[in-house]
């Protein structure tokens, strides 16, 4: 068993620690504030391999692995948790374009997500009335001649209104899982429009937009994967995808301890730190231990993607647990603050607002439960 991470996955990890800290962090609570996409950082994130860290380098990627890409994400996430979700499903695009696009597909696309030239990619699932069940989506695309007629409508899209291209989900056959197809859209195709920001709750520096398909014309070569096999293409991404949920809910909460042990030894009560307390130690230790049993689930489940081994089940575990422990430690970490805690004085307010989302999008805890007892019961 080997515990200690490749001088390469230290260097990826390491830059990205660096970056966070040097270009995110100083402006973390301003871009919260302001609502403010960071587009500027983005590209810059890209021009340290960030938008592709499990890409092949042919495609302009790093190629440095699914272990490296959750510490890298970790690292951005606990300077701001809005630029982590934007670099997590860019990332999730690229490589599920990678895997599944033609080489049509993946020369056209794939170095412009990597290279920064496209702000964002973006992944066009759920539907208003699909969000867990995206098999009941209303979305349809029909064959016209040699390309596709799509009409519809998508929800909650993670950077909708940004990417340079987008994965979405439309009904091209029967009902259920069993018709659905996945294609490339690309901005300012006619037809295609992406809707208002969500006035979100957190991951404020993140835009969450509606799409718009009024009879909008893809061309053939838009269709990603076989015809009616794109669930099982939406599946496998969220698969990985639920890997950088799980990375950016620790690396927020990482943030969360680091910066409460710090006021917990500053401030004063009854005379002394409240570090001095039991009640105070005992909280940090609770968080601390968790925080690290989710972040060995999470290795474990990276792992075994590097290896090209099934992490379906593994993924879904370290989601569930990171994602509800991090929200545990987070609120851990409010309490200990005490009144300071309540306003944004200290940043720990966005955190708790951040990592609220983390047990709900790329599948609910509830859905990540469905997930391992169908494997546990199988
Ligand atoms: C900020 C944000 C960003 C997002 N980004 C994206 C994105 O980029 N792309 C995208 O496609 N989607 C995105 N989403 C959508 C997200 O994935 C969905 O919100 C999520 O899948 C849940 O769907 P829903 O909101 O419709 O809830 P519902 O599916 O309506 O669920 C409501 C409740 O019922 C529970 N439930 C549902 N089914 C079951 C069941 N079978 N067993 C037990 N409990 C169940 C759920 O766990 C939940 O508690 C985003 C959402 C948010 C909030």
């Known amino acids: 068993m080997q515990f200690e991470p490749t001088p390469e996955q230290l260097l990826v990890r390491d830059m990205a620690r660096d970056f966070a800290r040097r270009e995110i962090l100083p402006v973390a609570a301003a871009l919260d504030r302001d609502g403010r996409f960071p587009a500027e950082i983005l590209a810059r994130l890209a021009g340290i391999g960030m938008m592709g860290v499990n890409i092949r380098e042919e495609y302009g990627g790093a190629q440095a692995g699914p272990v490296a890409y959750v510490m890298a994400l970790a690292e951005i996430a606990s300077a701001c948790a809005s630029t982590a979700v934007t670099m997590s499903v860019t990332n999730m695009v690229a490589e599920v374009i990678q895997q599944f696009g033609t080489e049509e597909q993946r020369r056209r696309h794939i170095p412009r997500i990597t290279s920064g030239e496209y702000a964002a990619g973006a992944f066009g699932l759920s539907e208003p009335g699909a969000g867990s069940d995206p ?41 259920g899982t069993g018709g659905l197809s996945a294609f490339l859209v690309e901005p300012g195709t006619p037809g295609f429009e992406a809707g208002r920001h969500e006035d979100k709750m957190g991951l404020r520096a993140s835009t969450t937009v509606s799409l718009h398909f009024d009879n909008c014309r893809l061309p053939a070569g838009a269709l990603l994967g076989e015809e009616n096999r794109g669930f099982r293409i939406a599946m496998m991404a ?47 230790a609770d968080c601390v231990a968790e925080w690290d049993a989710a972040w060995l689930l999470l290795l474990r489940a990276a792992w075994l993607k590097e290896q090209g081994r ?21 609120a851990r970490c409010f309490q200990i603050h005490g009144g300071y805690g309540y306003v944004k004085e200290y940043p720990i307010e966005r955190h708790l607002r951040d990592v609220r989302v983390t047990t709900i999008y790329e599948g609910t805890s509830e859905v990540q439960r469905v997930v391992i007892s169908r494997a546990v019961l199988k």
Do not use: H
């Open 135 to 175: 098999g009941s989506m209303t979305t349809t695309a029909r064959r016209d001649g040699d390309g596709w007629i799509l009409n519809g409508q998508k929800a909650w899209i993670t950077s909708g209104d940004r990417a340079g291209v987008i994965v979405v989900w439309a009904r091209t056959g029967g009902p």
């Open 310 to 330: 099934p992490f379906s089940r593994e993924a879904s575990m370290a989601k569930v647990y990171a994602t509800e422990r991090a929200n545990a430690i987070c």
């Open 238 to 284: 969220l698969d990985g995808g639920r890997l950088g949920i799980s990375a950016q809910a620790l690396g927020i909460a990482r943030a969360a301890i680091e910066e409460t042990t710090a006021y917990a030894k500053e401030r004063r009560q009854f005379g002394r730190p409240i570090a001095d307390f039991q009640a105070i130690q005992w909280m940090l």
